[in-house]
């Protein structure tokens, strides 16, 4: 298409001032040069004004060209969104929901979450006949800090504990989730909490008394509580069972042999509902004790943690080479109510001056609580343990939490090792869950013992009075 020239009025008159000009030059004077040398000059200055106009003309199409439709700019917003929820997509996240933060790379194969607990705790006891066991105090019961994180399937966990005036390691593994037989599994090597009865394989800040019962602090290995393991747990939909073989934990000095543990324990869920449910549990272990071990047996603080001289003494045993226990466990949970039951017992061959021995004792607990509103009893199906209470109305968001009662009955026996005593306790208690992270304990312990060593002979009885401040994270 021919674009048809259109003369602006400026253009049109310069023209004619220009052919008016060349008139009056022509009868003034016959130079034919000159007056080629003014039609040139004319002719540039036409060629910088149609530049200029063809310019201005191109502006104001520009300006009264039509704007675009609301559709196309919709369209142009939600692809400028789509790209910035991609951008935002591929940040690291930070999750508040365990009462710490817990930061993960965009895909969530990468965690890492700080984590803690402080228990604060004051203590009293009176009535017993030995005036040096009616003793009162405070104690930071303990002090913990770590971290724990994941990398895939890769995981780890590191704690240290400020606890009794000195600082130990706790959890210290690595763990490693894959699947056996087409179950969910998980393979842990380092120092981790033992897998052993309701009450022993549940941390205290979530056992519903201050201390675990006798059978999960007395009937245990020569290594205690915690030990460098390889551990392998299989997972099913209402059951799990676990296999382990453990030395010492991290305080052996290096100057002396390990003791040697094989452990295993199982539990199922033949009821297994929301609001209700039934725990049955069995565990058994075999140790070889290393020569010189010390603490093969462990007295019994029944009174509480604060009080050590409130204790069931359990005699003493020399030339210890191997030991062997089990355990059962029972629990159900109904609504706001729960009620549990255990009964280990463990025999400890070896041989002294007088020949070779065969020795053993038991422990047994049972125990029941009862929500009163706020919360409901919290298990750990996949473990089998106790777990965190839920609440819900905390009273950090202007609710009263989650009230529980309580009530517990234990005994320990003893008497078949040398110098060994026997005791037993009644505990009465309330707990007020502020919220998912914090409660205040309070345990009244009546308690009696009956030792044949020690500095407390013979039968004794009398009260404690504990409680606590926990805040876990």
Same mark, same amino acid.
């Given at each position: ?25 022509? %009868? ?27 310019? &201005? ?19 142009? &917003? ?67 800090? =770590? ?86 747990? &299989? ?59 010390? =603490? ?21 045993? &020399? ?19 729960? %009620? ?35 919360? %409901? ?97």
């Amino acid at each position: 298409m021919t674009n048809r020239f259109r003369p602006h009025p400026i253009a049109l008159a310069t023209l004619i001032a220009a052919a008016g000009a060349s008139g009056e030059a022509a %009868a003034q004077t016959p130079d034919s040069a000159e007056l080629l040398r003014l039609v040139q000059a004319q002719a540039e200055r036409i060629e910088r004004l149609e530049r200029r106009l063809a310019a &201005v003309e191109g502006g104001a199409a520009a300006a009264d060209a039509p704007k675009p439709a609301p559709a196309a700019e919709a369209a142009g &917003v939600a692809a400028r969104l789509d790209k910035l929820e991609q951008a935002q997509a591929r940040q690291p996240t930070v999750n508040w929901s365990k009462g710490a933060p817990q930061f993960a790379s965009a895909d969530g194969r990468s965690v890492f979450r700080p984590r803690g607990r402080v228990f604060l705790d004051a203590s009293s006891s009176g009535g017993s006949r030995f005036a040096g066991r009616d003793l009162s105090g405070t104690e930071v019961r303990s002090l913990r800090l =770590g971290a724990e994180g994941a990398y895939g399937r890769i995981g780890w966990n590191l704690e240290g504990d400020f606890a009794d005036n000195g600082v130990s390691w706790k959890s210290a593994y690595v763990s490693f989730a894959h699947t056996v037989f087409g179950q969910k599994s998980e393979l842990t090597v380092g120092n981790r909490l033992n897998d052993r009865g309701l009450d022993g394989s549940s941390s205290t800040s979530n056992t519903p008394f201050q201390e675990r019962n006798v059978v999960g602090t007395l009937v245990l290995p020569q290594r205690g509580l915690f030990g460098v393991a390889l551990t392998e747990r &299989v997972f099913g939909r209402n059951w799990h069972a676990s296999l382990s073989a453990a030395g010492n934990d991290l305080d052996n000095a290096g100057d002396g042999n390990d003791s040697l543990t094989w452990a295993a324990r199982a539990h199922w869920n033949p009821l297994k509902r929301e609001r209700a449910l039934v725990h049955l549990g069995a565990w058994a272990f075999y140790e070889d004790i290393a020569a010189g071990s010390a =603490g093969v047996v462990r007295a019994s603080a029944i009174g509480g943690h604060f009080n050590d001289e409130v204790k069931i003494a359990p005699g003493s045993v &020399v030339g210890a080479e191997r030991g062997r226990g089990h355990g059962l466990e029972l629990a159900t949970v109904a609504g706001p109510f729960w %009620a549990a039951g255990e009964w280990g017992r463990r025999r400890i061959d070896g041989r002294d001056r007088g020949g070779r021995y065969g020795v053993g004792y038991d422990a047994h607990a049972v125990s029941v609580g009862w929500f009163l509103g706020g919360g %409901a009893p919290a298990y750990g199906a996949d473990n089998g343990t106790w777990g965190r209470v839920k609440v819900e109305r905390p009273v950090t968001a202007g609710g009263r939490g989650a009230w529980e009662l309580k009530a517990r009955y234990e005994n320990a026996d003893f008497r078949e090792l040398p110098g060994g005593g026997a005791g037993n306790a009644w505990t009465f208690g309330a707990n007020w869950y502020l919220n998912d992270y914090s409660r205040v304990m309070l345990d009244l312990v009546r308690w009696q013992t009956d030792n044949r060593s020690g500095k407390y002979l013979l039968a004794d009885d009398g009260y404690t009075l504990n409680a606590r401040l926990q805040l876990v994270f």
